[in-house]
Protein backbone atom coordinates (compact mmCIF):
# COMPACT_ATOMS: atom_id res chain seq x y z
CA UNK A 1 0.00 0.00 0.00
CA UNK A 2 1.59 3.61 -0.69
CA UNK A 3 0.52 6.35 1.40
CA UNK A 4 1.67 10.20 0.69
CA UNK A 5 1.42 13.00 3.45
CA UNK A 6 0.33 16.17 2.14
CA UNK A 7 2.16 18.67 4.90
CA UNK A 8 1.85 22.22 5.14
CA UNK A 9 4.35 24.80 6.47
CA UNK A 10 2.11 25.12 9.77
CA UNK A 11 0.23 22.17 9.58
CA UNK A 12 2.82 20.39 11.20
CA UNK A 13 3.43 22.31 14.21
CA UNK A 14 -0.71 21.62 14.45
CA UNK A 15 0.11 17.64 14.21
CA UNK A 16 -1.68 17.37 11.30
CA UNK A 17 -1.12 17.07 7.33
CA UNK A 18 -2.94 18.92 4.92
CA UNK A 19 -3.84 15.28 3.29
CA UNK A 20 -2.95 11.77 3.17
CA UNK A 21 -3.39 9.92 -0.53
CA UNK A 22 -3.65 6.71 -0.28
CA UNK A 23 -3.14 3.91 -3.26
CA UNK A 24 -4.54 0.44 -2.50
CA UNK A 25 -5.22 -1.09 0.80
CA UNK A 26 -8.46 -1.98 3.21
CA UNK A 27 -10.38 0.94 4.54
CA UNK A 28 -11.11 1.03 8.49
CA UNK A 29 -14.15 3.69 9.51
CA UNK A 30 -13.45 4.31 13.04
CA UNK A 31 -16.84 5.73 15.58
CA UNK A 32 -15.95 7.64 17.91
CA UNK A 33 -13.83 7.08 20.85
CA UNK A 34 -13.79 8.71 24.46
CA UNK A 35 -11.61 7.76 26.95
CA UNK A 36 -13.55 9.30 30.73
CA UNK A 37 -12.62 5.76 31.62
CA UNK A 38 -10.00 3.56 31.39
CA UNK A 39 -8.50 -0.28 32.55
CA UNK A 40 -11.05 -1.43 35.47
CA UNK A 41 -13.63 1.26 35.21
CA UNK A 42 -11.28 4.43 36.68
CA UNK A 43 -12.63 8.15 35.48
CA UNK A 44 -10.16 10.31 34.64
CA UNK A 45 -13.22 13.28 35.25
CA UNK A 46 -11.65 16.91 34.40
CA UNK A 47 -8.74 15.53 33.16
CA UNK A 48 -8.70 16.48 29.48
CA UNK A 49 -5.07 14.62 28.80
CA UNK A 50 -5.82 11.66 30.86
CA UNK A 51 -9.18 11.30 28.52
CA UNK A 52 -7.15 11.65 25.44
CA UNK A 53 -4.58 9.37 25.90
CA UNK A 54 -7.13 7.33 27.35
CA UNK A 55 -9.13 7.91 24.40
CA UNK A 56 -6.21 7.13 21.40
CA UNK A 57 -5.58 4.12 23.61
CA UNK A 58 -8.96 2.63 22.60
CA UNK A 59 -8.62 3.56 18.99
CA UNK A 60 -5.59 1.33 19.46
CA UNK A 61 -7.18 -1.36 20.29
CA UNK A 62 -10.55 -1.03 18.23
CA UNK A 63 -7.84 -0.81 15.01
CA UNK A 64 -5.76 -4.00 16.84
CA UNK A 65 -9.15 -5.98 16.12
CA UNK A 66 -9.55 -5.23 12.48
CA UNK A 67 -5.97 -5.73 11.98
CA UNK A 68 -4.37 -2.16 12.28
CA UNK A 69 -2.50 0.39 14.50
CA UNK A 70 -2.88 4.34 14.94
CA UNK A 71 -0.17 5.02 12.39
CA UNK A 72 -2.87 3.72 9.72
CA UNK A 73 -5.25 6.60 10.76
CA UNK A 74 -5.26 8.66 7.94
CA UNK A 75 -7.77 10.95 9.02
CA UNK A 76 -9.52 12.06 12.27
CA UNK A 77 -12.33 14.38 13.83
CA UNK A 78 -11.59 15.58 16.73
CA UNK A 79 -14.47 17.01 19.18
CA UNK A 80 -13.77 18.75 22.44
CA UNK A 81 -15.78 20.33 24.90
CA UNK A 82 -13.91 23.50 25.94
CA UNK A 83 -11.75 25.28 22.97
CA UNK A 84 -8.55 25.76 25.71
CA UNK A 85 -7.70 22.20 25.38
CA UNK A 86 -7.06 22.86 21.56
CA UNK A 87 -3.51 22.98 22.55
CA UNK A 88 -3.35 20.70 24.88
CA UNK A 89 -4.56 18.44 22.33
CA UNK A 90 -2.36 18.82 19.14
CA UNK A 91 0.73 18.08 22.05
CA UNK A 92 -0.99 14.82 23.08
CA UNK A 93 -1.51 13.87 19.58
CA UNK A 94 2.47 14.31 18.43
CA UNK A 95 2.88 11.45 21.24
CA UNK A 96 1.09 8.92 19.15
CA UNK A 97 2.41 9.67 15.84
CA UNK A 98 5.96 10.46 16.88
CA UNK A 99 7.55 10.07 13.17
CA UNK A 100 5.43 13.62 11.99
CA UNK A 101 2.48 11.59 9.61
CA UNK A 102 -0.02 12.91 11.13
CA UNK A 103 -3.63 12.34 10.00
CA UNK A 104 -5.62 14.97 8.03
CA UNK A 105 -7.77 16.21 10.87
CA UNK A 106 -10.47 18.67 12.22
CA UNK A 107 -10.24 20.15 15.84
CA UNK A 108 -13.88 21.29 16.61
CA UNK A 109 -15.65 22.60 20.15
CA UNK A 110 -18.83 21.36 20.73
CA UNK A 111 -21.40 22.12 23.75
CA UNK A 112 -21.40 18.23 24.88
CA UNK A 113 -21.14 14.71 24.35
CA UNK A 114 -23.98 11.89 24.86
CA UNK A 115 -22.09 11.13 28.37
CA UNK A 116 -21.81 13.89 30.57
CA UNK A 117 -18.46 13.50 32.14
CA UNK A 118 -17.05 13.21 28.21
CA UNK A 119 -14.41 15.87 27.25
CA UNK A 120 -13.22 14.80 24.05
CA UNK A 121 -13.94 12.35 21.56
CA UNK A 122 -12.14 10.88 18.22
CA UNK A 123 -13.01 9.31 14.88
CA UNK A 124 -11.44 8.64 12.09
CA UNK A 125 -11.11 6.68 8.99
CA UNK A 126 -7.56 4.37 8.64
CA UNK A 127 -6.23 2.33 5.56
CA UNK A 128 -4.56 -0.76 6.51
CA UNK A 129 -2.53 -3.33 4.02
CA UNK A 130 -5.12 -5.64 2.21
Known amino acids: MDRQYHK???Q???SFSRAVATRGGRTIWLAGHGGFAG??????GNDFAGQTRQAFANLGET???AGGSLKDIVT?????N???HGNDFVEI???????????GSA??????FAHPQMMVEIQGVAVVED
Open 39 to 44: AGGKTF
Open 93 to 103: RKEFFPDGNYP
Open 8 to 10: GSW
Open 12 to 14: SER
Open 82 to 84: DAR
Open 76 to 80: MTVFI
Open 63 to 65: LAM
Open 107 to 112: LITCAG
